[in-house]
Protein backbone atom coordinates (compact mmCIF):
# COMPACT_ATOMS: atom_id res chain seq x y z
CA UNK A 1 0.00 0.00 0.00
CA UNK A 2 1.41 3.21 -1.30
CA UNK A 3 2.17 6.06 1.45
CA UNK A 4 2.73 9.42 1.43
CA UNK A 5 3.87 11.70 4.49
CA UNK A 6 4.16 15.14 2.91
CA UNK A 7 1.27 17.23 2.78
CA UNK A 8 -0.77 15.93 0.06
CA UNK A 9 -2.89 19.14 -0.53
CA UNK A 10 0.34 19.96 -2.41
CA UNK A 11 0.16 17.36 -5.20
CA UNK A 12 -2.98 18.39 -6.16
CA UNK A 13 -1.21 22.28 -6.20
CA UNK A 14 1.54 19.85 -8.62
CA UNK A 15 -1.00 19.08 -10.98
CA UNK A 16 -2.77 21.76 -10.99
CA UNK A 17 -6.36 19.28 -10.61
CA UNK A 18 -8.19 18.46 -7.41
CA UNK A 19 -7.44 14.85 -6.72
CA UNK A 20 -10.04 14.88 -4.21
CA UNK A 21 -7.16 12.94 -1.52
CA UNK A 22 -8.93 15.25 1.70
CA UNK A 23 -12.86 14.01 0.94
CA UNK A 24 -15.45 16.61 1.81
CA UNK A 25 -13.10 19.29 2.20
CA UNK A 26 -11.67 18.94 -1.34
CA UNK A 27 -15.40 20.02 -2.13
CA UNK A 28 -14.79 23.46 0.05
CA UNK A 29 -13.27 26.83 -0.08
CA UNK A 30 -10.34 25.32 2.45
CA UNK A 31 -9.17 23.58 -0.80
CA UNK A 32 -5.32 24.90 -1.24
CA UNK A 33 -5.86 24.34 -4.88
CA UNK A 34 -9.30 26.85 -4.59
CA UNK A 35 -6.40 29.82 -2.94
CA UNK A 36 -3.21 28.79 -4.63
CA UNK A 37 -3.80 27.59 -8.18
CA UNK A 38 -0.01 27.02 -8.82
CA UNK A 39 2.48 24.95 -8.30
CA UNK A 40 4.33 24.84 -4.17
CA UNK A 41 7.97 26.30 -3.91
CA UNK A 42 9.38 29.32 -4.87
CA UNK A 43 8.78 29.44 -8.05
CA UNK A 44 5.41 28.10 -8.14
CA UNK A 45 3.65 30.70 -10.02
CA UNK A 46 6.92 31.59 -12.73
CA UNK A 47 5.01 30.03 -16.09
CA UNK A 48 6.59 26.93 -17.07
CA UNK A 49 6.53 25.45 -20.57
CA UNK A 50 5.91 21.78 -20.69
CA UNK A 51 6.81 19.12 -23.97
CA UNK A 52 6.63 15.70 -25.30
CA UNK A 53 8.00 13.80 -22.21
CA UNK A 54 6.99 16.21 -19.51
CA UNK A 55 3.16 15.98 -20.47
CA UNK A 56 3.13 12.64 -20.52
CA UNK A 57 4.48 12.24 -16.62
CA UNK A 58 2.21 14.52 -15.70
CA UNK A 59 -0.73 12.78 -17.11
CA UNK A 60 1.02 9.63 -15.59
CA UNK A 61 1.24 11.24 -12.36
CA UNK A 62 -1.53 12.64 -11.92
CA UNK A 63 -2.98 8.93 -12.35
CA UNK A 64 -0.93 7.49 -9.69
CA UNK A 65 -1.55 9.98 -7.33
CA UNK A 66 -5.85 10.27 -7.49
CA UNK A 67 -5.45 6.33 -6.75
CA UNK A 68 -2.60 6.61 -4.27
CA UNK A 69 -0.81 3.82 -5.71
CA UNK A 70 3.09 3.58 -5.77
CA UNK A 71 5.25 3.60 -8.78
CA UNK A 72 5.71 -0.16 -8.89
CA UNK A 73 1.87 -0.89 -8.42
CA UNK A 74 0.92 1.82 -11.33
CA UNK A 75 3.26 0.09 -13.70
CA UNK A 76 1.91 -3.14 -12.83
CA UNK A 77 -2.06 -2.31 -13.51
CA UNK A 78 -0.56 -1.02 -16.68
CA UNK A 79 1.24 -3.99 -17.55
CA UNK A 80 -1.89 -6.48 -17.06
CA UNK A 81 -4.00 -4.01 -18.96
CA UNK A 82 -1.57 -3.84 -22.35
CA UNK A 83 -2.11 -7.57 -21.94
CA UNK A 84 -6.06 -7.45 -22.22
CA UNK A 85 -7.39 -7.11 -25.30
CA UNK A 86 -8.97 -3.76 -26.49
CA UNK A 87 -7.82 0.20 -25.61
CA UNK A 88 -4.97 -0.21 -23.45
CA UNK A 89 -5.78 3.59 -21.83
CA UNK A 90 -9.29 2.85 -21.49
CA UNK A 91 -8.96 -1.07 -19.88
CA UNK A 92 -6.41 0.46 -17.32
CA UNK A 93 -8.95 3.24 -16.40
CA UNK A 94 -11.54 0.61 -15.75
CA UNK A 95 -9.29 -1.51 -13.63
CA UNK A 96 -8.29 1.78 -11.37
CA UNK A 97 -11.99 2.38 -10.92
CA UNK A 98 -12.37 -1.11 -9.94
CA UNK A 99 -10.20 -1.18 -7.01
CA UNK A 100 -11.81 -2.31 -3.70
CA UNK A 101 -10.01 1.31 -1.95
CA UNK A 102 -12.05 3.38 -4.81
CA UNK A 103 -15.22 1.38 -4.90
CA UNK A 104 -15.47 2.03 -1.14
CA UNK A 105 -14.85 6.27 -1.21
CA UNK A 106 -17.18 6.04 -4.40
CA UNK A 107 -20.29 4.92 -2.54
CA UNK A 108 -19.54 7.03 0.28
CA UNK A 109 -18.29 4.33 2.90
CA UNK A 110 -15.10 6.09 3.40
CA UNK A 111 -14.21 9.86 3.13
CA UNK A 112 -11.45 9.31 1.01
CA UNK A 113 -9.63 6.30 -0.92
CA UNK A 114 -6.65 7.09 1.75
CA UNK A 115 -9.29 6.87 4.47
CA UNK A 116 -11.15 3.45 2.43
CA UNK A 117 -7.69 2.11 2.40
CA UNK A 118 -7.22 2.32 6.10
CA UNK A 119 -10.59 1.00 6.97
CA UNK A 120 -10.21 -2.00 4.58
CA UNK A 121 -6.59 -3.13 5.82
CA UNK A 122 -8.23 -2.91 9.25
CA UNK A 123 -10.97 -5.66 7.55
CA UNK A 124 -14.31 -3.47 7.97
CA UNK A 125 -15.46 -4.64 4.71
CA UNK A 126 -16.63 -7.81 3.18
CA UNK A 127 -16.74 -8.78 -0.58
CA UNK A 128 -19.14 -11.75 -1.49
CA UNK A 129 -19.77 -12.20 1.90
CA UNK A 130 -15.12 -13.01 3.02
CA UNK A 131 -13.48 -10.24 4.29
CA UNK A 132 -11.63 -8.15 2.21
CA UNK A 133 -8.36 -6.45 3.37
CA UNK A 134 -6.57 -5.94 0.38
CA UNK A 135 -7.29 -2.68 -1.06
CA UNK A 136 -6.08 -2.90 -4.09
CA UNK A 137 -8.14 -6.03 -5.35
CA UNK A 138 -10.61 -5.32 -7.92
CA UNK A 139 -13.99 -6.04 -7.82
CA UNK A 140 -16.00 -7.76 -10.47
CA UNK A 141 -19.49 -7.77 -12.10
CA UNK A 142 -22.28 -8.54 -9.34
CA UNK A 143 -19.77 -8.59 -6.60
CA UNK A 144 -21.34 -7.47 -3.33
CA UNK A 145 -19.64 -5.27 -0.95
CA UNK A 146 -20.66 -5.16 2.29
CA UNK A 147 -19.74 -3.79 5.98
CA UNK A 148 -18.42 -6.44 8.02
CA UNK A 149 -20.87 -7.18 10.71
CA UNK A 150 -18.14 -7.45 13.60
CA UNK A 151 -16.52 -4.57 13.11
CA UNK A 152 -15.91 -4.19 16.69
CA UNK A 153 -15.97 -0.13 17.77
CA UNK A 154 -16.72 1.11 14.43
CA UNK A 155 -20.37 0.83 13.81
CA UNK A 156 -21.23 4.20 15.37
CA UNK A 157 -17.80 5.70 13.11
CA UNK A 158 -19.15 3.78 9.65
CA UNK A 159 -22.83 4.45 10.24
CA UNK A 160 -21.67 8.45 10.44
CA UNK A 161 -19.75 8.68 7.65
CA UNK A 162 -22.80 6.80 5.48
CA UNK A 163 -25.17 9.19 7.00
CA UNK A 164 -22.86 12.24 6.31
CA UNK A 165 -22.30 11.11 2.30
CA UNK A 166 -26.30 9.97 2.00
CA UNK A 167 -26.36 12.48 -0.64
CA UNK A 168 -23.18 11.36 -2.79
CA UNK A 169 -23.98 10.78 -6.19
CA UNK A 170 -22.75 7.43 -6.92
CA UNK A 171 -21.61 6.63 -10.74
CA UNK A 172 -24.34 4.42 -12.45
CA UNK A 173 -22.28 0.99 -12.50
CA UNK A 174 -22.66 1.09 -8.77
CA UNK A 175 -26.04 0.22 -6.96
CA UNK A 176 -25.71 1.44 -3.19
CA UNK A 177 -28.14 0.46 -0.47
CA UNK A 178 -26.92 2.41 2.39
CA UNK A 179 -30.21 0.99 5.05
CA UNK A 180 -28.53 -2.32 4.44
CA UNK A 181 -24.67 -0.74 3.75
CA UNK A 182 -24.26 -2.53 0.83
CA UNK A 183 -23.58 -2.12 -2.70
CA UNK A 184 -23.36 -3.79 -5.85
CA UNK A 185 -21.36 -3.91 -8.64
CA UNK A 186 -23.78 -3.57 -11.70
CA UNK A 187 -21.43 -3.57 -14.58
CA UNK A 188 -17.67 -2.57 -15.10
CA UNK A 189 -17.60 1.14 -15.35
CA UNK A 190 -16.89 2.73 -18.96
CA UNK A 191 -14.63 6.21 -19.76
CA UNK A 192 -17.84 8.11 -19.36
CA UNK A 193 -18.50 6.48 -16.40
CA UNK A 194 -14.78 7.92 -14.91
CA UNK A 195 -14.87 11.64 -14.23
CA UNK A 196 -11.07 12.46 -13.43
CA UNK A 197 -9.60 14.81 -15.72
CA UNK A 198 -6.54 12.85 -17.98
CA UNK A 199 -5.44 11.63 -20.83
CA UNK A 200 -4.68 8.22 -20.57
CA UNK A 201 -3.32 8.36 -24.09
CA UNK A 202 -0.34 9.65 -22.78
CA UNK A 203 0.09 7.36 -20.30
CA UNK A 204 0.38 4.74 -22.76
CA UNK A 205 2.16 6.28 -24.93
CA UNK A 206 4.81 6.88 -22.18
CA UNK A 207 4.59 3.01 -21.06
CA UNK A 208 5.42 2.59 -24.65
CA UNK A 209 8.58 3.94 -25.34
Given at each position: MASNRKSICRLCR????????????????????????????????ARRRILGYGIQLREKQKLKRYYGMSEKQFKLFFMRAERKRGVTGEILLSMLERRLDNVVALIGFAHSRAHARQLIVHGHFRKNGKKATIPSMLVEKNDIISVHEKAEGKHEELNAIIELHKNKEVPAWLNVNREERTATVASFPKREDISIPVEERLVVELYSK
Open positions: VEKTKLFLKGHKCSTDKCPLERKAYPPGEHGR
